[in-house]
C-alpha cells in the first residue's frame, strides 16, 4: 500500500500544474503554504524570474498570473511516472521537468527543463509547499509562427506524468525526421539530473 504522504504529495504537484498550465492562480492556495517561499536558479539567460517569492499570493503571481500573461499552450511534465514518486525527510529533490509552450507576441516555440525541489510542510493530514525552488538548466526559443512545432512536440505525450522512456522514444522519432524541423527535440530527450 502506497504510503499516505505521497498521495498528498503527488496532489500537491498535480494542483501546481493545473494551475500554472491552465492559469488558474486560486489553485496554488490548494498546494502551497501561505508562507511557502519559492527561489530560482537559471543556466540560462532566455528566460527571467524573481530570484525570490515569498507566500502563496506572491507564487501565484508570479507562476501563474504574470507567467500566463506571457506563455500560452503551456504544457508541463515530471519525467517520471507517477508512482515512482520518492520523497525523504518531506523533500522531493531533482525531480526533472520539460516544459513546451508557446510565446504568442514573438511567434515562438520555447521548450525548456530542468529539476524541481519541494518542501512540506509537518502536517501530516494536509500536508502543503512550504518551499519550492526550481531550477532552470536550457529553455530554447524556437521559430514556430503557426504552432505547427508546438503542436507536434506535445501530441501524444502522457501529461503530467511522463515517463523518460516514453519521452525518448517520441523526441527521438521527432528529432530523427529526415527534414531536420525537430533535430533540437534530441536534447530534451532526456530527463536532466
Same mark, same amino acid.
Given at each position: *500500500?502506497?504510503?499516505?504522504?505521497?498521495?498528498?504529495?503527488?496532489? #500537491?504537484? %498535480?494542483?501546481?500544474?493545473?494551475?500554472?498550465?491552465?492559469?488558474? $492562480?486560486?489553485?496554488?492556495? %490548494?498546494?502551497?503554504?501561505?508562507?511557502? %517561499?519559492?527561489?530560482?536558479?537559471?543556466?540560462?539567460?532566455?528566460?527571467? /524570474? $524573481?530570484?525570490?517569492?515569498?507566500? #502563496?499570493?506572491?507564487?501565484?503571481?508570479?507562476? +501563474?498570473?504574470? &507567467?500566463?500573461?506571457?506563455?500560452?499552450?503551456?504544457?508541463?511534465?515530471?519525467?517520471? %511516472?507517477?508512482?515512482?514518486?520518492?520523497?525523504?525527510?518531506?523533500?522531493?529533490?531533482?525531480?526533472? !521537468?520539460?516544459?513546451? *509552450?508557446?510565446?504568442? #507576441?514573438?511567434?515562438?516555440?520555447?521548450?525548456?527543463?530542468?529539476?524541481?525541489? !519541494?518542501? &512540506?510542510?509537518?502536517?501530516?493530514?494536509?500536508?502543503? +509547499?512550504?518551499? &519550492?525552488?526550481?531550477?532552470?538548466?536550457?529553455?530554447? +526559443?524556437?521559430?514556430? $509562427?503557426?504552432?505547427?512545432?508546438?503542436?507536434?512536440?506535445?501530441?501524444?505525450?502522457?501529461?503530467? !506524468?511522463?515517463?523518460?522512456?516514453?519521452?525518448?522514444?517520441?523526441?527521438?522519432?521527432?528529432?530523427?525526421?529526415?527534414?531536420?524541423? &525537430?533535430? /533540437?527535440?534530441?536534447?530534451?530527450?532526456?530527463?536532466?539530473?
Amino acid at each position: *500500500m502506497e504510503d499516505p504522504l505521497l498521495q498528498h504529495y503527488r496532489h #500537491a504537484l %498535480e494542483t501546481y500544474i493545473d494551475a500554472k498550465d491552465n492559469t488558474k $492562480p486560486a489553485r496554488i492556495h %490548494e498546494a502551497f503554504a501561505q508562507d511557502a %517561499e519559492l527561489t530560482f536558479s537559471l543556466a540560462t539567460p532566455n528566460i527571467a /524570474f $524573481p530570484a525570490r517569492s515569498v507566500g #502563496a499570493e506572491a507564487i501565484a503571481k508570479t507562476l +501563474v498570473s504574470d &507567467f500566463g500573461e506571457r506563455y500560452s499552450h503551456c504544457r508541463t511534465y515530471y519525467l517520471c %511516472e507517477a508512482t515512482a514518486l520518492v520523497a525523504r525527510e518531506r523533500t522531493i529533490e531533482a525531480l526533472p !521537468w520539460l516544459v513546451v *509552450m508557446r510565446e504568442d #507576441a514573438a511567434g515562438a516555440l520555447r521548450i525548456g527543463h530542468g529539476t524541481y525541489r !519541494w518542501t &512540506f510542510d509537518a502536517n501530516d493530514i494536509a500536508p502543503r +509547499v512550504s518551499a &519550492f525552488h526550481i531550477h532552470i538548466a536550457r529553455m530554447d +526559443v524556437i521559430d514556430d $509562427p503557426d504552432g505547427a512545432r508546438l503542436e507536434r512536440l506535445q501530441q501524444g505525450l502522457s501529461y503530467p !506524468w511522463l515517463a523518460p522512456a516514453e519521452l525518448a522514444a517520441r523526441y527521438g522519432a521527432l528529432a530523427g525526421d529526415a527534414s531536420g524541423a &525537430f533535430a /533540437f527535440a534530441r536534447e530534451f530527450a532526456r530527463p536532466v539530473r
